[in-house]
């Protein structure tokens, strides 16, 4: 069982910025990929941003050049560094791994951070 942890959300001013952290835990697992996902109440969940073990990056159209993603691989944990952030960023931002734990891979979902850009 692999658990992720969110931290980091909170209100943020526009044009502000918010850093994401997630950080995955338990035993005998190794991570392919991370992302971080938002979803807003009535609509489905989106992908943000991606980022794979080998450190490629991909990102929505509505966030490149503001949003960066990270990964400490040591630490297993990954960032969202938000910058010049807008009211349509507000929404409940949620990790995700891919993980291979025996050889077999699952998917696993943080608890969610929300995240309320307003002046």
């Known amino acids: 069982q692999v658990q992720l942890e969110e931290s980091g959300g909170g209100l943020v001013q526009p044009g502000g910025s918010l850093r994401l952290s997630c950080a995955a835990s338990?035993?005998?697992?190794?991570?392919?990929?991370m992302a971080w996902y938002r979803q807003v109440p009535g609509k489905q969940r989106d992908l943000v941003a991606v980022?794979?073990?080998?450190?490629?990056?991909n990102y929505a159209d509505s966030v490149k050049g503001r949003f960066t993603i990270s990964r400490d691989s040591a630490e297993n944990t990954v960032f969202l560094h938000m910058n010049i952030v807008k009211p349509e960023d507000t929404a409940v931002y949620y990790c995700?791994?891919?993980?291979?734990?025996?050889?077999?891979?699952?998917?696993?979902w943080g608890q969610g951070t929300p995240v309320t850009v307003s002046s």
């Open positions: 995700y791994a891919d993980v291979i734990v025996n050889t077999f891979q699952y998917g696993y």
């Open positions: 338990g035993r005998g697992f190794s991570i392919v990929t």
């Open positions: 980022i794979t073990s080998g450190g490629t990056r």
